[in-house]
């Protein structure tokens, strides 16, 4: 019997292949090729194995989820097994009798990003010409389908003064749910970091926008509004703690606890492959690493929030402090606090303004010049010419 309450929902990640080329995309920089991902099958064992565990929602996401061709028969199957469905898209792979199709299957949910609220800002920053207007009108065939829908706006130095416009845009969608998001800096977001990183003054006047919008449309939309981990005080509840309540599935079968948990070295993740999803979940060693407080350090160990933010972001503890189990330095009384506030104010007056677009032929490129993982500096120089996504 389980001596673990069993995950709210599952991250799962269909696909790396992508038309867009977001530089703050969250997929790790290593992308799965198609011939790796698992088939229709493996995922349908998935989510059956996911029902018997307890798990309540699924929230398909990528890449770009609707690149699998076999996206309703998965979407039909979490309804069958009473699993609730949200589409994480780009939107621009739809068209408005997939959407239908989609609906009817039984998805729950539609979840789009936007990247700015001018076209031409929005479709430099994805990589995409033409993608904002195709993101509008699969916008209004979800809504015209008769299904929720989100708006997720990623903000950072390069379109955050524009952020009122963009809450306005998605109000005017009928999106009965707003995510404003500042990027996260893992990965593509952690190298493309002097590009994105806003400016203290950015920061408090989004602040005001957001509060005032959230008064504003009270009644007809939500507001989530996540700030930057690199000016925040105390440091967010990722994933609600380490293996408690969430859980990743990479498009290749490996199970995660978050989505970024891979950029920790010395973890072993174990894949759908190879063993049960309730025995990963309940046992694997990577899981249990950090799940509770029994891990933590001073000053996590004998803080009043260790059953709050769970000692914070542990791959931004890796990807700052170079060890995964030191306290989060966006938390105040990490003994790195004040290196993480350096390096904001220096990203944000760098001036930097071009990306490293991510794309398979970024990190190709690269991997011909020297066998593993590229290092910043070979991704920069193989960003010369990306391919497309």
Known sequence: MSLMPPPL?????????????????????????????????EWVDLLRQAAAL??????????????????EEIVAVARELGIYTNLITSAVLLDRARVEALAAVGLDHVQISFQDSEAAAADRIGGHAGGHEKKRAVAAWVRAASLPLTVNLVVHRQNLD???AMIEM??????????VAHVQYYGWGLANRAALMPTREQVAAADVVVAEARARLEGRAVIDYVVPDYYAR?????????????????????????????????????????RPL????????????????????????????????W????????????????TDPACGLSPRH????????????????????????????????RAGPPSDRERREAAATPGPG
């Open 162 to 164: 524009h952020l009122g």
């Open 9 to 41: 929902a599952i991250l799962a990640e269909l696909t790396h292949r992508c038309p867009l080329r977001c530089p703050y995309c969250s997929n790790p920089v290593a992308l799965i090729r198609s011939g790796e991902e698992l088939s229709t099958g």
């Open 311 to 326: 000692g914070g972001c542990r791959c931004q503890a890796f990807a700052l402090a170079g060890d995964a189990a030191a």
């Open 170 to 179: 998605a109000a005017a969608m009928d999106a009965r749910r707003i995510e």
């Open 338 to 369: 004040a290196e993480i506030a350096a390096l904001a104010e220096q990203d944000s007056r760098a001036g930097e303004a071009e990306f490293l677009y991510r794309s398979f032929a970024t990190v190709e490129a690269a991997r011909a010049r």
């Open 234 to 274: 105390r440091p967010k509840p990722c994933m609600g703690g380490w293996g408690r309540q969430f859980l990743t599935v990479t498009p290749a079968g490996k199970v995660l606890p978050c989505h970024a948990a891979d950029s920790i070295p010395g973890l072993v993740f174990d894949s759908i492959r190879e």
């Open 54 to 71: 307890g798990v309540l929602q699924v929230h398909l996401s990528g890449g770009e989820p609707t690149a699998r061709k076999d996206l």
């Open 278 to 309: 309730a025995d990963i979940w309940e046992h694997s060693e990577a899981f249990r690493r950090f799940r509770g407080t029994d891990w933590m350090a001073e000053p996590c160990r004998s803080c009043d929030r260790r059953e709050i933010d």
